[in-house]
T-cell receptor, first 114, second 113 residues
Framework: DAGVTQSPTHLIKTRGQHVTLRCSPISGHKSVSWYQQVLGQGPQFIFQYYEKEERGRGNFPDRFSARQFPNYSSELNVNALLLGDSALYLC?????????????FGEGSRLTVL | SQQGEEDPQALSIQEGENATMNCSYKTSINNLQWYRQNSGRGLVHLILIRSNEREKHSGRLRVTLDTSKKSSSLLITASRAADTASYFCATDDNKGGGNKLTFGTGTQLKVEL
């Protein structure tokens, strides 16, 4: 079975641009979460979607937005990119709410902002 | 912000030795999980321990949880070079505003031949 897939794997943007990152969860999983991992730190929670509804939002500015589609795939959008947005963006899926068990992570999208 | 902190930040051992990593957290939790990450790639779930459990085993892994001290430890026995990775603890506090995992700062483990 396919795991969590993310695209693109790497991308380079300049300050002020916007970016869209995509995630396909494991088949049958209804919850998708997004995390930002800055080099040398642990992942930080950005959003969680469950059954296409936002169920949680971390401490990130409104430049960050996300949505979940009827097929449970998800997009993370970041507008007006800043240098500090350079990070590995991780998507994770789970069947139910993350508190019920483990998260399954994709390999991430590495964003570099110049 | 990071919920917890792992200790030590970095650990270097010889193959065959045991590796112990500690995690401290700040708020009450529903469960605590440990994840492994190879060199900037995705995280892989290792083990979950619920707040009413004190110890759990999975293969060469042993996890303890002390909710009174708000701390957990991960023991990897008979380590192998392939265990070289970063290890993170993550807590689920189930506070209002949706469920989320809060990760610690990680321990970089290097297992040398």
């Amino acid at each position: 079975d396919a795991g969590v897939t993310q695209s693109p794997t790497h991308l380079i943007k300049t300050r002020g641009q916007h970016v869209t990152l995509r995630c396909s969860p494991i088949s049958g999983h209804k919850s998708v979460s997004w995390y930002q991992q800055v080099l040398g730190q642990g992942p930080q929670f950005i959003f969680q979607y469950y059954e296409k509804e936002e169920r949680g939002r971390g401490n990130f500015p409104d430049r960050f937005s996300a949505r979940q589609f009827p097929n449970y795939s998800s997009e993370l959008n970041v507008n007006a990119l800043l240098l500090g947005d350079s990070a590995l963006y991780l998507c994770a899926s789970s069947f139910g709410q993350p508190s019920t068990g483990e998260l399954f992570f994709g390999e991430g999208s590495r964003l570099t902002v110049l | 912000s990071q919920q917890g902190e792992e200790d030590p930040q970095a650990l270097s051992i010889q193959e065959g030795e045991n590796a112990t990593m500690n995690c401290s957290y700040k708020t009450s939790i529903n469960n605590l999980q440990w994840y492994r990450q190879n060199s900037g790639r995705g995280l892989v779930h290792l083990i979950l321990i619920r707040s009413n459990e004190r110890e759990k085993h999975s293969g060469r892994l042993r996890v303890t949880l002390d909710t009174s001290k708000k701390s957990s430890s991960l023991l990897i026995t008979a380590s192998r070079a392939a265990d070289t990775a970063s290890y993170f603890c993550a807590t689920d506090d189930n506070k209002g505003g949706g469920n989320k995992l809060t990760f610690g700062t990680g321990t970089q483990l290097k297992v040398e031949l």
